[in-house]
């Protein structure tokens, strides 16, 4: 697609300079002013697309260290460029024909030869107009769209001066004149359009519909509860967009990146050129869960928590949570964390809350583990099932692990239950068993237990 751009452009020059030397040369010829000013325009197209043809070349090059959002306003230079020159040559054609109009009638030999070069230049510009838009509108370039609208500006002014050469040839010599000041408004009308973009362009001015279009969107995405904030801006062909949105703060940061690809992928649906950037804002949503909201509180926090009951007692919230603290801390500074934990919850859900926290000391994540003797891992693995068989629940006691460790004994087994029982029931008839073996045993610290659903055979 590059390629194509440098193309076109290339042709674009290559046929401004033909057009401006074949122009000047019969406008001299002729005394034609109209004609001179067309080959003044023409000129000035030269000099432009000679920048466009430079800057669609330099502006495809990536973002380095000096330019971090690429080099794409590189293009909006050169349509700037051309404004400038537009201005200047809208002038000096304004200027040149009222001089004419006001002084001595001037004879104006040839018009027929003048008008076949006019007719061929309307030829050569609609071609180009039509070449330069499509790539633009493919490519999303401003400066071969400038390059479009100064050419299509071209064809309509030499289409007037068409007209004036044609009243010349009958006898009618101010009319060549009042083309050329005809033509002289077209260049500054189309001056001024291109000037208007080029400027929205060099100083962010956001494409107009580009923000609404966006966030509606984005909005249509579940996960999104609204968009904060949009700003767009252009450079060349590529937009830079950058999205807050707000997202329930329970969500995952594993989601959260998954979402956060999708709105990307979505605005490139829209906007294949763009470059985004989101930032997800965390929320809380009307219809959380208490106990969500109290994992989510507990989690700025760094604190861990567990066993979380939440009673409802005349209008009151009572809410009773155990916290898990460092087990080689004091007991003032675990009752510190404790109560930044109820001053957290108090600030979020209100001060006319009864809490009670349990403070449990946390189990080191890693432990040093090893094998028992034989011997002593089959009268715990006995006991295992019998204590199992003894609540006449859980059954098939398989795959027991006995491991020591600097807490003590650490026993993991998998079990199975009736595939309907409830899972509130099935952890009490586990944690029966756990209550047992250690009971027996003081040494074991731990039995876990796995469940699994008896299948009929």
């Given at each position: 697609?590059?390629?194509?751009?440098?193309?076109?452009?290339?042709?674009?020059?290559?046929?401004?300079?033909?057009?401006?030397?074949?122009?000047?040369?019969?406008?001299?010829?002729?005394?034609?002013?109209?004609?001179?000013?067309?080959?003044?325009?023409?000129?000035?197209?030269?000099?432009?697309?000679?920048?466009?043809?430079?800057?669609?070349?330099?502006?495809?090059?990536?973002?380095?260290?000096?330019?971090?959002?690429?080099?794409?306003?590189?293009?909006?230079?050169?349509?700037?460029?051309?404004?400038?020159?537009?201005?200047?040559?809208?002038?000096?054609?304004?200027?040149?024909?009222?001089?004419?109009?006001?002084?001595?009638?001037?004879?104006?030999?040839?018009?027929?030869?003048?008008?076949?070069?006019?007719?061929?230049?309307?030829?050569?510009?609609?071609?180009?107009?039509?070449?330069?838009?499509?790539?633009?509108?493919?490519?999303?370039?401003?400066?071969?769209?400038?390059?479009?609208?100064?050419?299509?500006?071209?064809?309509?002014?030499?289409?007037?001066?068409?007209?004036?050469?044609?009243?010349?040839?009958?006898?009618?010599?101010?009319?060549?004149?009042?083309?050329?000041?005809?033509?002289?408004?077209?260049?500054?009308?189309?001056?001024?359009?291109?000037?208007?973009?080029t400027f929205d362009t060099l100083v962010d001015t956001a494409p107009?519909?580009a923000s609404r279009a966006i966030a509606a969107h984005v909005e249509?995405?579940?996960?999104?509860?609204?968009?904060?904030?949009?700003?767009?801006?252009?450079?060349?062909?590529?937009?830079?967009?950058?999205?807050?949105?707000?997202?329930?703060?329970?969500?995952?940061?594993?989601?959260?990146?998954?979402?956060?690809?999708?709105?990307?992928?979505?605005?490139?649906?829209?906007?294949?050129?763009?470059?985004v950037i989101v930032v997800a804002e965390p929320r809380a949503v009307?219809?959380?869960?208490?106990?969500?909201?109290?994992?989510?509180?507990?989690?700025?926090?760094?604190?861990?928590?567990?066993?979380?009951?939440?009673?409802?007692?005349?209008?009151?919230?009572?809410?009773?949570?155990?916290?898990?603290?460092?087990?080689?801390?004091?007991?003032?500074?675990?009752?510190?964390?404790?109560?930044?934990?109820?001053?957290?919850?108090?600030?979020?859900?209100?001060?006319?809350?009864?809490?009670?926290?349990?403070?449990?000391?946390?189990?080191?994540?890693?432990?040093?583990?090893?094998?028992?003797?034989?011997?002593?891992?089959?009268?715990?693995?006995?006991?295992?099932?019998?204590?199992?068989?003894?609540?006449?629940?859980?059954?098939?006691?398989?795959?027991?692990?006995?491991?020591?460790?600097?807490?003590?004994?650490?026993?993991?087994?998998?079990?199975?239950?009736?595939?309907?029982?409830?899972?509130?029931?099935?952890?009490?008839?586990?944690?029966?068993?756990?209550?047992?073996?250690?009971?027996?045993?003081?040494?074991?610290?731990?039995?876990?237990?796995?469940?699994?659903?008896?299948?009929?055979?």
């Amino acid at each position: 697609m590059q390629k194509e751009k440098e193309h076109v452009a290339l042709i674009s020059v290559l046929a401004s300079g033909g057009l401006a030397i074949v122009k000047f040369v019969i406008g001299f010829m002729t005394g034609s002013i109209g004609l001179i000013s067309e080959g003044v325009h023409s000129s000035s197209d030269f000099v432009a697309t000679l920048i466009t043809w430079w800057a669609v070349r330099v502006s495809h090059k990536p973002a380095d260290d000096d330019h971090h959002f690429g080099h794409g306003k590189m293009e909006s230079m050169a349509a700037l460029f051309q404004v400038v020159l537009l201005f200047g040559a809208a002038g000096w054609i304004a200027y040149e024909a009222i001089k004419r109009l006001l002084g001595e009638s001037h004879v104006i030999e040839g018009a027929w030869m003048a008008i076949a070069v006019l007719v061929g230049s309307i030829i050569v510009d609609f071609w180009r107009v039509r070449a330069l838009r499509k790539v633009a509108k493919a490519t999303g370039s401003p400066a071969l769209e400038a390059d479009a609208l100064h050419f299509l500006s071209d064809m309509l002014s030499s289409g007037v001066v068409l007209i004036g050469m044609i009243f010349v040839a009958f006898g009618q010599m101010s009319a060549d004149a009042v083309a050329a000041l005809i033509v002289a408004c077209f260049i500054i009308f189309a001056a001024f359009k291109l000037g208007r973009q080029t400027f929205d362009t060099l100083v962010d001015t956001a494409p107009e519909g580009a923000s609404r279009a966006i966030a509606a969107h984005v909005e249509r995405i579940p996960e999104v509860l609204a968009v904060e904030r949009t700003r767009v801006r252009s450079a060349g062909a590529t937009l830079f967009v950058e999205l807050a949105v707000a997202v329930s703060r329970s969500l995952p940061l594993d989601h959260v990146s998954a979402l956060n690809a999708q709105i990307v992928e979505t605005v490139q649906n829209e906007f294949p050129n763009a470059e985004v950037i989101v930032v997800a804002e965390p929320r809380a949503v009307d219809d959380e869960a208490i106990e969500t909201h109290l994992r989510v509180i507990a989690a700025n926090l760094g604190a861990a928590i567990h066993r979380l009951t939440i009673q409802r007692v005349a209008g009151r919230l009572s809410i009773s949570v155990d916290i898990e603290v460092q087990a080689d801390l004091s007991v003032d500074q675990a009752h510190d964390a404790a109560s930044e934990l109820e001053a957290a919850i108090r600030k979020e859900l209100g001060d006319d809350i009864e809490i009670d926290t349990h403070i449990e000391p946390m189990a080191a994540n890693w432990l040093s583990g090893k094998e028992i003797p034989d011997e002593r891992y089959r009268t715990l693995k006995d006991s295992l099932i019998a204590s199992a068989d003894e609540g006449g629940v859980v059954r098939d006691v398989h795959n027991v692990r006995i491991r020591s460790t600097e807490l003590g004994l650490i026993m993991n087994f998998h079990c199975r239950l009736p595939p309907d029982m409830l899972v509130s029931d099935a952890h009490t008839a586990v944690d029966e068993v756990e209550r047992r073996v250690r009971s027996l045993h003081p040494d074991v610290v731990r039995v876990i237990g796995h469940a699994e659903p008896q299948r009929a055979i």
